[in-house]
């Protein structure tokens, strides 16, 4: 089966752009997860979907990021404006149901840096 | 609370040797521990998961020991390969009622031949 796809694989802003992240998860899986990973450290939970809608956005810093999942099957996230602290690796990760010991399956992620 | 602390940082090991990562977790609430691996420019992949209800599992050369008491859990690859060579990612499910993972900080591991 094709696995978790992210596009684009790098990008290069400067700060107080905006730029927008997309994911396509495994087909079929209703769970849908955007994590950011900063150099050096683990992946950190941004939001939850279930379908297309938010289970948890606890951890968005909704000032300047947002998401959306549209139809329950891509996802976009977008940040507006960037900081420099926003340079990180975007992960875009999948599971089937969103049940506890489910696989979440990740995609490469997109590499962000910002000027 | 929410945390998931992990040791070493980085960690060098012989071929054939065997590599050990720890992790330390305060949250009572947590109820499942996967470990996953990374490679450069790749996600990362699940490796191998551990209920609180057990104190260990193994899957070939991968094992998970889960002292509950002390809260801590540790991974051990028997046999070490350079191919193993990858940072790999203690975790936690967070999530109250749902399945959200906190992961630790990650170590590094590099197997030299």
């Known amino acids: 089966e094709a696995g978790v796809a992210q596009s684009p694989r790098y990008k290069i802003i400067e700060k107080r752009q905006s730029v927008a992240f997309w994911c396509n998860p495994i087909?079929?899986?209703?769970?849908l997860y955007w994590y950011q990973q900063i150099l050096g450290q683990g992946p950190k939970l941004l939001i939850q979907f279930q379908n297309n809608g938010v289970v948890d956005d606890s951890q968005l810093p909704k000032d300047r990021f947002s998401a959306e999942r549209l139809k329950g099957v891509d996802s976009t996230l977008k940040i507006q404006p960037a900081k420099l602290e926003d340079s990180a690796v975007y992960l875009c990760?999948?599971?089937?149901?969103?049940?506890?010991?489910?696989?979440?399956?990740f995609g490469p992620g997109t590499r962000l840096l910002v000027l | 609370q929410q945390q998931v602390k992990q040791s070493p940082q980085s960690l060098i090991v012989q071929k054939g040797g065997i590599s050990i990562i720890n992790c330390a977790y305060e949250n009572t609430a947590f109820d499942y521990f996967p470990w996953y691996q990374q490679f450069p420019g790749k996600g990362p992949a699940l490796l191998i998961a551990i209920r609180p209800d057990v104190s260990e599992k193994k899957e070939g050369r991968f094992t998970i020991s889960f002292n509950k008491s002390a809260k801590q859990f540790s991974l051990h690859i028997m046999d070490s390969q350079p191919g193993d060579s990858a940072t790999y990612f203690c975790a936690a499910n967070s999530g109250a009622g749902s399945y959200q993972l906190t992961f630790g900080k990650g170590t590094k591991l590099s197997v030299i031949p």
């Open positions: 087909s079929g899986h209703a769970t």
């Open positions: 990760a999948s599971s089937q149901m969103g049940r506890i010991q489910e696989t979440q399956y």
